[in-house]
């Protein structure tokens, strides 16, 4: 026989504001676990809540599921690198310094995305054809190709960081890395994947619209927060580099994979340091 207790809690799960509060309750762990499914993929950083992810989404599905808060981990990393440069600038020469933070970024991401750069340069360099491109790529082992393209951006980034002042450090290191992976989520979303299966094609597939514009408002949000201006043109700048250089592999290829849109990534973020430390210089 229900009671009274039974009662007032069917009647309460009817009222408005009771299922109002449990889709917003619902809506915000979602969210959550989208940015530890963003967060679990592009870096090491431990966050609690896996849980969340693994009982709905399946690991391959992460790099998917939290697209929309890529710019937010990049924004995470860069304001890990500032607190690194803000604490050691006053004690550790500049060429020192910047080799820290070259260091520490690589480990922050387990150098997940230089890894792309690497396949992607011995691939594209060292192949000829579409499927003999490929083929490269999908092999683990590294080529002179794909070492000396890791070396080229790790060795910019170096030169980058010894040659900014610290007020302009900081500020390229909170915009730059956002901008690397809104590029990733702008490439995978607009270009066809290369091939009909792996990362690359769930990738495609599953960005829509709402990811796409979410993701480019929270990166040119960041960009002006941080930067104000200056960072709305390195924003407009290295998203036409990435759409010019998106449709350059897209020809050669047929599309984009999993690897390139890391390595656009790789690229858009170091070229976003370059245009900061080009418009220190000029202004």
């Known amino acids: 026989m229900p009671t009274r207790s039974d009662d007032s809690q069917a009647g309460l799960a009817l009222h408005p504001l009771w299922r109002l509060w449990t889709r917003l309750g619902r809506f915000c762990l979602q969210q959550y676990a989208e940015l530890v499914a963003a967060v679990q993929f592009l870096t090491i950083l431990p966050l609690?809540?896996?849980?969340?992810?693994?009982?709905?989404?399946?690991?391959?599905?992460?790099?998917?599921?939290?697209?929309?808060?890529?710019?937010?981990?990049?924004?995470?990393?860069?304001?890990?690198?500032?607190?690194?440069?803000?604490?050691?600038?006053?004690?550790?020469?500049?060429?020192?310094?910047?080799?820290?933070?070259?260091?520490?970024?690589?480990?922050?991401?387990?150098?997940?995305?230089?890894?792309?750069?690497?396949?992607?340069?011995?691939?594209?360099?060292?192949?000829?054809g579409r499927e003999r491109r490929l083929e490269i790529m999908h092999d683990s082992r590294v080529g002179s190709f794909g070492v000396l393209g890791a070396f080229t951006l790790l060795l910019l980034r170096f030169a980058i960081f010894a040659s900014l002042p610290l007020w302009g450090l900081l500020a390229a290191l909170l915009v730059a890395p956002a901008l690397g992976r809104w590029a990733m989520v702008l490439c995978g979303g607009l270009f066809p994947a290369a091939r009909p299966?792996?990362?690359?094609?769930?990738?495609?597939?599953?960005?829509?619209?709402?990811?796409?514009?979410?993701?480019?408002?929270?990166?040119?949000?960041?960009?002006?927060?941080?930067?104000?201006?200056?960072?709305?043109?390195?924003?407009?700048?290295?998203?036409?580099?990435?759409?010019?250089?998106?449709?350059?592999?897209?020809?050669?290829?047929?599309?984009?994979?999993?690897?390139?849109?890391?390595?656009?990534?790789?690229?858009?973020?170091?070229?976003?340091?370059?245009?900061?430390?080009?418009?220190?210089?000029?202004l």
Request: glycine residues 14%.
């Open 48 to 128: 609690p809540g896996r849980s969340l992810l693994m009982s709905s989404r399946r690991e391959k599905a992460a790099l998917i599921v939290g697209s929309i808060y890529y710019p937010a981990v990049g924004l995470i990393l860069g304001a890990i690198l500032c607190l690194l440069a803000g604490v050691l600038a006053q004690h550790v020469p500049s060429l020192v310094l910047a080799a820290l933070l070259v260091i520490a970024g690589v480990m922050l991401t387990g150098g997940l995305h230089l890894d792309g750069v690497m396949d992607s340069c011995d691939g594209l360099f060292g192949g000829i």
């Open 197 to 282: 299966d792996g990362l690359g094609a769930a990738f495609h597939q599953a960005i829509t619209l709402r990811h796409l514009l979410l993701s480019g408002l929270s990166s040119v949000l960041i960009a002006l927060l941080f930067a104000h201006l200056i960072g709305l043109l390195v924003w407009f700048l290295c998203n036409l580099l990435v759409l010019c250089l998106g449709l350059a592999v897209t020809r050669s290829l047929g599309g984009l994979t999993g690897d390139i849109c890391g390595a656009l990534g790789e690229i858009c973020e170091v070229c976003a340091l370059l245009l900061f430390l080009l418009m220190h210089v000029t």
